[in-house]
T-cell receptor
């Protein structure tokens, strides 16, 4: 099956710093999704991207759908302690497998006050 | 807002027991999914369903079965629980997109321990 490489695996940053993480794939996707999972909770959708080159923001979060359709990026500006958690990327192919998503292994973010 | 409810947050069972994990969604979604999440392994798809009584194997179906008798409910069954099935189990649902894929919405998970 398709594989997503998500990096970095973990990040330890100081409060106020900006954060960047990315996902790459060997094959294309039609949709890219970014989720955040708080400790002890299920993943929550942050941003959905449907078009190559699309750049979408959600507060301090900005995500981009790569022009090759094989990658996506998530940036968090001016991090705060509540940004702590695991961030997952996911890719989807249109009309394939009942809306199945392929997930990256996650980026664990730790923010030091 | 979409609500995906998993019946238990924490569950402890014994080796060999038959275990049922229940998931209910309130948004009339066609698609439902079961994942397990283990440290360093991300989310691995066990089974999914795109309609009532329909099911498809995911990437790691061995040792599991599922049931979808009603559209809103998707059950994961461990036929004979083993210690290597100790994990966090996540249920998700998504709408059937007419022109684009629809994102999955997750429950809060069931942390299952098999002793």
């Amino acid at each position: 099956g398709q594989q997503l490489n998500q990096s970095p695996q973990s990040m330890f940053i100081q409060e106020g710093e900006d954060v960047s993480m990315n996902c790459t794939s060997s094959s294309i996707f039609n949709t890219w999704l970014w989720y955040k999972q708080d400790p002890g909770e299920g993943p929550v959708l942050l941003i959905a991207l449907y078009k190559a080159g699309e750049l979408t923001s959600n507060g301090r979060l900005t995500a981009q759908f790569g022009t090759t359709r094989k990658d996506s990026f998530l940036n968090i500006s001016a991090s705060i302690p509540s940004d702590v958690g695991i961030y997952f990327c996911a890719g989807q192919l249109r009309n394939f497998g009942a809306g199945k998503s392929t997930f990256g292994d996650g980026t664990t973010l730790t923010v030091k006050p | 807002d979409v609500k995906v409810t998993q019946s238990s947050r924490y569950l402890v069972k014994r080796t060999g027991e038959k275990v049922f994990l229940e998931c209910v969604q309130d948004m009339d979604h066609e698609n439902m999914f079961w994942y397990r999440q283990d440290p360093g392994l991300g989310l691995r798809l066990i089974y999914f369903s795109y309609d009532v009584k329909m099911k498809e194997k995911g990437d790691i179906p061995e040792g599991y079965s599922v049931s979808r008798e009603k559209k809103e409910r998707f059950s994961l069954i461990l036929e004979s629980a083993s210690t290597n099935q100790t994990s966090m189990y996540l249920c998700a649902s998504s709408d059937l997109g007419r022109n684009s894929n629809q994102p999955q919405h997750f429950g809060d998970g069931t942390r299952l321990s098999i002793l």
